[in-house]
């Protein structure tokens, strides 16, 4: 089966999220899982775009969590968001 490719957008405001993913500091992307991302798998390719930047990346794993909770048994927090010190 052939590989998807799928654009994840950044507001401007959200610029600083953008950079960590495409600097490697962010290691782990969270979206809602609606119809437009609920097919992601392993493998995919992602292309994130803020403004006129872009960049893609490769999938590596893409998992659904029933809540925050169970997402951040699996996750540290500074892997989801570099910028928070805690998870409150």
């Known amino acids: ?5 799928y654009t994840l957008r ?5 610029r600083d999220i953008f950079d960590a993913i495409r600097g490697g500091k962010k290691k782990v992307e969270t979206r809602a899982a609606t ?3 609920r097919n992601i798998k ?3 390719l992602v292309i ?5 930047n ?5 999938i590596a794993k893409a998992k659904i969590f029933k809540t925050i ?3 951040l048994k699996k996750y540290k ?5 570099p910028n928070v010190k805690s998870e409150s």
């Open 1 to 5: 089966m052939k590989n998807k490719l």
């Open 10 to 14: 950044f507001k401007a405001v959200n």
């Open 35 to 37: 119809a437009k991302y």
């Open 42 to 44: 392993a493998g995919d």
């Open 48 to 52: 994130l775009v803020c403004s006129k």
């Open 54 to 58: 872009k960049f893609t990346k490769l």
């Open 69 to 71: 909770e169970a997402l």
């Open 77 to 81: 927090v500074k892997e989801i968001n």
